[in-house]
């Protein structure tokens, strides 16, 4: 297009979530500010395709359910879809329904917004022995996701779970929760509520494999980890041991240094916990224990008859700079399941080749 014109675009989305609901907002946007510019007219039409019966994906069915104020996002998500050059077409799924030629015979641009919905691969020793799971299909399970599974064998007693940001926290949380106090505050679907309920595990392992100045917890999963009701914390102090140059660097990022010091605030409970008789942040008795380890890679589940039996550990050390550096200091901890939250893959779509390495459409 050489000269400017009114011509309407037609634009297709692929994936209803937050990124294609604000990539969509965000195109009108630019296109009414810089369209007659580059000659592409200032009006458009926008389809969004979504696979799933509803949209809003990873705000409806990635969310923990007990973070109901981050759901709130799906008001301001439909306000975007109340503009009447936006259009929703739910039930259609991208390959099934509709095919790349199909859309590229009909717009002038597909955008792609289909999200991470599988778990990277662990890649460790026994990762596909019976009892490891990933965390996306755990998230599905307690968020209700439509095809998800309906129930979760939540059996064993030791649990250990991979990870060092939020998702990992979330994994964690909702395996040492009580049940009845999640229900009380939330809306989990009955069949999560019954199976939390009958939820065995009474000790639960976080490995973090690099420092307490590396985590990537955001604040408000730490102040939600510190009040479980009947759960002790419990840390290792030599994790707290940060030289001046770590500190200095971790001052340098708000965020970072948000916290590393919720974390030191954590320390002080887990410490206060044990002076107290092991309880709860509530002074009551605790009957599960949630052990906190930073510095700390696993390198292999160890199995027996084809189930997991126990976790290997080695002890690293990392740097003000954040490279990891292993020290042969190995621990096995018994452990019946092990969850990984170590990030998910983007998807793939059919029809259109995918980059393995780089993980993403190429």
């Not at 007990?66 to 301001?76: C, N, R």
């Not at 307490?212 to 604040?219: L, T």
Request: glycine share 10%.
């Amino acid at each position: 297009m050489t000269e400017s014109v009114n011509i309407e675009l037609r634009i297709a989305v692929i994936g209803a979530g937050p990124a294609g609901v604000y990539s969509s907002d965000i195109f009108l946007r630019q296109l009414k500010k810089l369209g007659e510019e580059l000659g592409l007219g200032t009006e458009a039409r926008i389809d969004l395709f979504e696979k799933l019966p509803v949209p809003f994906g990873l705000v409806r069915y990635g969310v923990a359910p007990d973070h109901p104020s981050i759901k709130f996002i799906a008001s301001a998500l439909e306000k975007t879809l109340d503009n009447p050059n936006i259009h929703l077409y739910c039930d259609v799924e991208f390959g099934k329904d509709v095919t790349l030629d199909d859309l590229l015979a009909r717009y002038d641009a597909v955008l792609f917004a289909t999200g991470a919905v599988k778990d990277k691969p662990l890649n460790l020793p026994g990762a596909d022995l019976e009892g490891v799971y990933g965390a996306a299909k755990f998230v599905e399970w307690y968020d209700g996701y439509p095809t998800g599974a309906r129930e979760w064998p939540l059996t064993a007693e030791n649990v250990a779970v991979i990870g060092g940001g939020n998702v990992a926290m979330d994994v964690a949380r909702e395996l040492m929760r009580n049940a009845d106090d999640l229900k009380a505050k939330t809306d989990i679907p009955d069949n999560v509520y019954e199976g939390i309920g009958q939820n065995k595990a009474k000790v639960l392992h976080l490995f973090i494999r690099r420092g307490v100045a590396q985590a990537k917890f955001s604040v408000q999963e730490l102040r939600e980890m510190e009040k479980l009701p009947g759960v002790q914390l419990i840390i290792n102090e030599d994790d707290f041991d940060l030289d001046d140059e770590t500190i200095e660097v971790a001052g340098k990022d708000k965020l970072t240094r948000q916290m590393v010091e919720e974390l030191f605030a954590v320390r002080e409970m887990a410490e206060d916990m044990e002076d107290d008789g092991d309880v709860d942040f509530e002074g009551n008795p605790a009957d599960r224990k949630y052990y906190v380890h930073f510095n700390s890679a696993p390198t292999e589940i160890l199995g027996e008859d084809g189930k997991v039996k126990a976790i290997r550990v080695e002890r690293t050390e990392t740097g003000a700079d954040g490279k990891m550096h292993r020290t042969g200091e190995f621990t096995d901890y018994p452990v019946e399941a092990v969850y990984h939250a170590i990030g998910y893959k983007p998807a793939e779509a059919p029809g259109i080749t995918y980059d393995e390495h780089g993980a993403h459409l190429a």
